[in-house]
Structure formats: C-alpha cells, structure tokens
C-alpha cells in the first residue's frame, strides 16, 4: 500500500515561508503544502500567511470537501475554527497582485481518493482524532 500523509490541520508545527516563485512551482507541479491561518473575513474566507512576498486566500468554497451544507460550502463555524491553525493545501492560481488562491478542499478530495483506492479491510491506518467519543460496535 502506497504511504500518503494526510493531515488536513497540516503535518507539522514549524512553518515555512514561503517566495513567489515557490508558490508558483507548487501551483504547477500541484504540490500540497501548509501554512498558517491568520484571519476569516466576514464572508468566511481564510487568510494564510506564506511568505513575505505572497499573501494567501483560501475561498469559503475551497475550504472543505466534505462538511458541506445544503448550499454547497461550509458552516461558519468550521471556517472560523481554522484561525491559528496550520492547515494543508494546493495552490491553485497566482494572481497579479501577488495574492495566491489556494484549495484545502483538493487535499480533501486527494486524500479521500487515496482512501477509496488504497484502503482494504484489515487496513491499519494512523490518525489524529480531534474529539474522541465513546463509540459501540455491535454484530
């Protein structure tokens, strides 16, 4: 089974930082890299730090694959929960004024491939749980 590293609170705690030109490589080569969220604005969108160059938005629409709700995006409240959190992402386009639009929801989408095509029972996979809940099991 091929080995992906799936975090989508990102991988680990120290940050890089990052030049235009290596946001731009990522943005070609589809590269999945991490940064910081700094802000959510009034509309839901996160602000990430990359560098001193190059500045980052993640869209409300890009900030979730999976915990949509009947409109299509994410609640408030998961967009407002990434503040100061190191988040995974792709980058998908460099504008003109130096500002990078970037998707955290093509990680998702990413790693739930990986899922779907790597994943057989009896699998072992390591994860991070956020909350943990008692859970039953029943036959």
């Given amino acids: 089974m091929e080995y992906q590293k799936f975090i989508p609170e990102g991988w680990e705690n120290n940050l890089k930082s990052f030049s235009k030109s290596e946001v731009i490589e990522a943005a070609e080569k589809g590269k999945i890299i991490q940064g910081l969220v700094t802000k959510c604005d009034s509309n839901y969108n996160?602000?990430?730090d990359l560098g001193k160059d190059i500045k980052g938005i993640i869209p409300r629409d890009e900030i979730e694959a999976i915990?949509?709700?009947?409109?299509?995006?994410?609640?408030?409240?998961?967009?407002?929960?990434?503040?100061?959190?190191?988040?995974?992402?792709?980058?998908?386009?460099?504008?003109?004024?130096?500002?990078?639009?970037?998707?955290?929801?093509?990680?998702?989408?990413?790693?739930l491939q990986w899922l779907r095509k790597e994943l057989k029972e009896g699998s072992i996979v390591d994860r991070n749980s956020k909350k943990y809940k008692t859970l039953w099991c029943f036959y």
Avoid: H, M, W
């Avoid at 929960?81 to 990413?110: H, M, P, T």
């Fill in 46 to 48: 996160l602000y990430v």
């Fill in 67 to 111: 915990n949509i709700d009947e409109t299509g995006f994410p609640k408030p409240n998961i967009c407002t929960s990434k503040v100061n959190k190191i988040v995974q992402f792709k980058v998908k386009d460099v504008n003109n004024n130096d500002i990078a639009i970037l998707s955290r929801k093509a990680v998702g989408k990413e790693a």
